[in-house]
C-alpha cells in the first residue's frame, strides 16, 4: 500500500534541477489530502495514488465494497482540483457513442454535428466500470491510451490533463462484466479502498450526526491548478533513476514471468508504469532521486492489476498481493 503521507519516509532535500515553483507544486498538490479529508475520512493513500496518477498522466482503478466513499471520494478530489469533471454510470445498456460522443444530424444545417460525450473532461469517473459489456468498456480504451476519440474516421483531442478515475465491486460478480486484460494493462494503478478503522467509522458518524450532506460539496474549495499539476509534472521528469533501481525494477517484472502461481506476469509496459508512479512519489518525498523502497512501496499497486493467477494458485488461495509479496521478499534489493 501506498504511505499516506510524503513524509512518513524518511526525507531528503531535492537535489534535481529543481526550478523556483517545484516546492510550491508539491505543498499544493499535498494540500489535496487534508481538503479531500474534510468529505472523506481515513482515505489518505488512495488520495496520494490519485495525485501519482496525476503527475504521471496515468489513470486509476479504485475497487472495494459498496459503502467505503469511491464515488466520493473522486467527486470532492475534483472539487479540490480547479479542473473539469464529469460522471457516468456504467450500466448494462450504456453504449460507446453514450461515452465518446457521436454524430446527430442537423436539420437546420443539414450536416451531421458532432455532440462530445462525457470524456471530453479533465477527470471522468467511471462509476461501476465492470456493469458495462465489454464494447463499451473498449471505447475507453482509445481514449486512455491515445488522449483522442476516433468517430467516423476523425481523431479528436482530449483536454490535458485527462485520467479516468474508475470503481468497481470486488464481491458482486452478478450482472458484471470482467475487464478485458488490455484495459486492465491501461490504468497506471490499481487502489484498493479499505473498509474504515472503528476510529475512523465513529468520525463519519459524528459528521453525518452533524449534518453533513455527501451530496453537498460547496465547502470544498480548489486548492490546486492545473499550473501546479503541470510544474509537478516537468518535476518528476527530471528525477533521476540509477542503473541499480532500473535493474531492481525489472527484476520484479521478470519475477512475476516465472512465478509457477502465475499464467501471466508484468508486461515491460508494467516496469514502465512502476518506475512512472515511483519517480512521482519520490518527487513527493521531497527527493530528486528514486530509491528501491519507492519502487517496493508503488509494486503492489502498479503490478496486482496486471499479473493473472493460475486457477490452481485460485484454488489454493493465493491472491495477487501475496504472490507480489513473496517476490518482493525473494528479489534481491540493491545496496
Partial sequence: MIPSDPGSQQTIAYSGAASPGDDAARASLGSLRTEVGKAVVGQDAVVTGLVI?????????????????????????????SMDFKRVQFTPDLMPGDVTGSLVYDAKTSEFEFHEGPVFTNLLLADEINRTPPKTQAALLEAME??????????????????????QNPIEYEGTYQLPEAQLDRF????????????????????????????????????????????????????????????????IARATRQSPSLRMGVSPRGATALLGAARAWAW?????????????????????????????????????????????TAVPVPR
Fill in 146 to 167: 491515445e488522449r483522442q476519440v476516433s468517430v467516423e474516421g476523425t481523431a479528436r483531442k482530449l483536454p490535458d490533463p485527462f485520467i479516468v478515475a474508475a470503481t
Fill in 53 to 81: 496518477a496525476l503527475l504521471c498522466r496515468g489513470h486509476v482503478l479504485l475497487e472495494g465494497v459498496p459503502g467505503v466513499a469511491k464515488t466520493l471520494l473522486v467527486r470532492t478530489m475534483a472539487a479540490a482540483l
Fill in 188 to 251: 497506471l494503478l490499481k487502489l484498493t479502498v479499505p473498509l474504515p478503522s472503528r476510529e475512523q467509522e465513529i468520525a463519519v458518524l459524528e459528521r453525518h450526526a452533524l449534518g453533513f450532506d455527501p451530496r453537498d460539496l460547496s465547502h470544498i474549495k480548489a486548492v490546486t491548478s492545473a499550473e501546479d499539476l503541470a510544474v509537478g509534472r516537468a518535476a518528476v521528469a527530471r528525477v533521476h533513476v540509477g542503473p541499480e533501481v532500473l535493474g531492481y525494477a525489472v527484476d
Fill in 284 to 328: 513527493l518525498s521531497g527527493r530528486g532521486y528514486v530509491t528501491p523502497d519507492d519502487i517496493k512501496a508503488l509494486a503492489l499497486p502498479a503490478l496486482r492489476h496486471r499479473i493473472q493467477l493460475r486457477p490452481e494458485a485460485e484454488l489454493e488461495g493465493a491472491t495477487p498481493d501475496g504472490i507480489l509479496d513473496g517476490i518482493l
